[in-house]
């Protein structure tokens, strides 16, 4: 990671490029109780986007007084229920026009969207609702995928689009350990979400970390608690940057970063010349 990292901070001090990282904490009030401070320190992004913070605006403002490397937070909590999913956008050195939500009532409950406007593009951090168990919210989250499918195209009618967060999808079989017994039997690699993605991709978003690396076997960003999945890899890639085409050559790194815990997520990261 030293070595990695130096790099990425010799690239940033050439060239005039923003590092952001995005990263589902599941629960931030526990997260800060295992080296999240710590981590975010050594990653040193500009913007850092979290997912399913489980808190209320209160408790997550209180965080953000640890990371006072940002000046400037934003936090989308759920109104449906306390201590479930939400989001937050922490900003470094720029000032942004942040907004909350997609404007759809039945899919603003839960606080799982916030949309960041700079001079050059829209970010937005997403937590995408999971099809539960038995895929009992399967029949929802397709309805999700296709309102927020048309949400960032909109977005990007105006200028260019940054995605990030856990989109709760292996898109490939590579994006996941065990792909022929989870096929069509668990949430977050059934047909209907596969092909929610793939619209997400023929509309011109772009998997930027997959389209970079586009055979890499082994690499996921979720590993379930139980059976020591994570000791022995056996995870899942749900947690993605997709940019619009118009921003691919801007890239400079994408990456997934496994050697951070403190949640049953890893972070992933992109620098962008800006």
């Given at each position: ?17 923003l ?23 050594r990653?040193?992004p500009?913007?850092?986007c ?35 999913s ?8 720029s ?61 990007e ?84 940057f997709?940019?619009?085409e ?6 400079v790194?994408?990456e ?19």
């Amino acid at each position: 990671m030293s070595e990695n990292n130096n790099k990425s901070l010799y690239l940033r001090a050439m060239a005039n490029t923003l590092k952001i990282v995005s990263w589902n904490v599941n629960g931030i009030r526990a997260i800060v109780k295992k080296d999240f401070i710590k981590s975010i320190k050594r990653m040193n992004p500009d913007i850092l986007c979290l997912q399913e913070t489980k808190a209320p605006y209160e408790e997550v403002k209180t965080v953000s007084t640890l990371l006072n490397q940002f000046p400037e937070v934003h936090i989308n909590s759920s109104k449906a229920r306390k201590g479930y999913s939400g989001t937050a956008i922490f900003l470094k050195n720029s000032s942004a026009e942040v907004k909350a939500d997609m404007g759809i009532q039945k899919h603003d409950q839960e606080g799982r969207v916030l949309t960041a406007s700079f001079p050059g593009f829209f970010l937005v951090t997403v937590y995408t609702p999971n099809s539960g168990r038995g895929l009992e919210r399967l029949k929802y989250r397709t309805t999700w995928d296709t309102d927020f499918m048309k949400f960032i195209k909109n977005l990007e009618k105006e200028k260019p689009v940054i995605v990030c967060g856990d989109l709760n999808v292996a898109h490939q079989a590579i994006d996941l350990a065990n792909p022929k017994s989870n096929y069509n039997k668990t949430a977050g690699y059934t047909q209907d979400e596969i092909d929610g993605f793939s619209r997400l991709l023929e509309s011109g978003f772009v998997d930027i970390f997959r389209k970079r690396n586009p055979e890499l076997l082994g690499v996921y960003t979720y590993w379930n608690y139980m059976f020591n999945a994570r000791q022995n890899n056996k995870g899942w890639r749900i947690d993605y940057f997709l940019i619009s085409e118009s921003l691919v050559q801007a890239v400079v790194e994408a990456e997934v970063y496994p050697e951070f815990h403190g949640s049953d997520h890893c972070p992933v990261g992109l620098v962008i010349n800006t």
